[in-house]
């Protein structure tokens, strides 16, 4: 019962994405060792690569990824604090889960990581019973959660059904995988837009509405109703009394 067909669970979250697939491609999965002694096959283009999702376990793991981690998030313009590398250490260092150790799924295309996952085993009402789930870091609180993957077109349709293959595939790693208070403009967000709906289920079960923070007070209020503006009026001098 790990995935369901065209069947969605009912969150309790607001902005939350839930991803349901039955997807039927199981890839190799290769140790970290395996993958960095691998070598890019000749001929190398879209369509030889030899896509793999490689786990990563724990800080140990994510100690590893440091140089390929911030090759990608340099690439990534629009990347935010809740990308960056440091925030991750801090995070597995800091706070820890209550479910086990974060895992951290880099996608390897025969030669280099091409993307990173980064998934934390969490525990989710779905279908009426509590089940064993991964999903992006939990802990930041309201903060947006993202994989990593810069602009690349070819990485992000290939890392969430390489990441469901070893979430069906590994008896480790097996569980449901939930996506939380992601953005419609993070990367996560465009992974599951390019997945092919001939197999994978996927259901928006929530929105939540932002205020840009980059334009002047009264102009973000300007077009509110009247109720909404005083509201924000009421909360932005109680904000500024402290």
């Not at 599951?192 to 209020?221: E, M, W």
Request: glycine content about 8%.
């Amino acid at each position: 019962f790990l995935f369901s067909e065209k069947q969605a669970a009912t969150l309790d979250e607001l902005g939350d994405a839930v991803f349901l697939c039955n997807g039927d491609r199981i890839p190799q999965i290769l140790t970290p060792t395996e993958a960095a002694h691998k070598t890019e096959p000749a001929g190398h283009d879209a369509m030889t690569t030899e896509w793999r999702v490689v786990p990563y376990d724990g800080l140990d793991g994510l100690l590893r990824l440091a140089a390929d981690w911030h090759r990608l998030t340099a690439a990534m313009p629009d990347r935010g604090f809740h990308h960056l590398y440091e925030t991750h250490v801090a995070y597995v260092q800091r706070m820890a889960r209550a479910h086990g150790p974060m895992v951290f799924l880099a996608l390897h295309d025969g030669g280099r990581v091409r993307a990173i996952c980064p998934l934390e085993p969490q525990r989710h009402t779905i279908l009426g019973r509590r089940q064993r789930a991964w999903g992006l870091a939990a802990g930041l609180g309201d903060v947006p959660r993202d994989v990593i993957c810069p602009a690349d077109d070819e990485a992000r349709r290939e890392l969430l059904p390489r990441v469901v293959g070893l979430l069906q595939g590994a008896r480790d790693y097996r569980g449901w995988l939930v996506f939380e208070r992601i953005l419609e403009t993070s990367v996560v967000w465009q992974c599951l837009h390019t997945l092919n709906p001939a197999t994978f289920c996927t259901d928006v079960v929530g929105a939540t509405a932002y205020i840009s923070s980059d334009k002047p007070f009264k102009t973000v209020i300007a077009g509110l109703a009247r109720n909404f503006r005083q509201n924000l009026r009421t909360q932005r001098n109680r904000l500024a009394a402290h």
